[in-house]
């Protein structure tokens, strides 16, 4: 699909483990990428339950600028009420930011299944499902389990392209079931970063044979991948 600055509308929905002032999680990478090359960009984004943040948050740029931010309360209560507020919030926040978009990137399967029925009114002309990760036991629940692995096999049949951080996310979907030749073509797209933030110092007392590992230690997201 090729960008046209002054007509292509992509929308963005994830979740969030943590929020940085700085913007230097996936989606916000993303964000900065693609407000100066589209019409109109709007980013929507919740917590996910169990890191305990309370809020979901919208954010539209047009022809490049800031246009609207909407921030709003999410009740507690159980996981799967909180997801289901995230449903009710999307609709909330397309209602403000409109409902008929070129481009929806959903950055997980929750995200992607709640948007897909759009997809028969033909208000999302393509969708992209990027997935960072792949768990096979995503939940100790085997039911909450299974309804994880149905929407995910959902979502790389029912997108466009599906985008992957590594190979190991397709080898692990197929070794589960998931057949290549039935899902969207899959690409591998590896996170982002901007040489310019990363200040390299070197010293005497650099170790250029040492390699430390910064990030999560889940299955899912661990050196594993």
């Known amino acids: 699909m090729k960008l046209n600055k002054d007509k292509t509308s992509v929308l963005i929905l994830t979740h969030y483990a943590f929020r940085s002032e700085e913007g230097e999680d996936t989606d916000q990478r ?13 980013l929507i984004t919740h917590p996910f339950p169990e890191f305990g943040f309370r809020h ?41 930011a409109g409902l008929v978009w070129d481009l ?3 950055m997980e399967n929750f995200s992607f299944a709640s948007i897909f029925p759009l997809r028969f009114l033909h208000l999302m002309k393509r969708i992209i499902y990027y997935s960072i990760d792949f768990s096979p036991r995503r939940f100790p629940n085997p039911a909450l389990n299974r309804i ?6 959902l979502a790389c049949k029912g997108s466009d ?14 070794r589960f079931g998931i057949s290549r030749s039935s899902s969207a073509p899959f690409s ?27 990030g999560g230690l889940r ?4 050196p594993r991948l």
């Not at 994880?148 to 096999?153: E, L, T």
């Open 148 to 153: 994880y692995h149905f929407i995910d096999k």
């Open 219 to 222: 299955e899912a997201y661990g």
């Open 188 to 214: 591998i797209v590896p996170i982002g970063y901007e040489i310019k933030n990363i200040n390299v110092l070197f010293s005497d007392k650099t170790d250029f044979y040492s390699i430390v590992y910064a």
């Open 104 to 106: 929806c990137i959903a």
């Open 56 to 96: 979901s948050y919208l954010t539209i740029y047009e022809n490049g600028r800031l246009s609207k931010q909407l921030k709003v309360y999410v009740p507690k209560g159980p996981a799967w009420f909180q997801y289901l507020y995230h449903i009710y919030l999307i609709y909330y926040f397309l209602l403000k």
């Open 161 to 174: 392209t599906n985008w992957v951080m590594v190979k190991q996310q397709i080898t692990e979907r197929v």
């Open 30 to 42: 993303i964000l900065r990428y693609l407000k100066d090359k589209v019409k109109k960009l709007a």
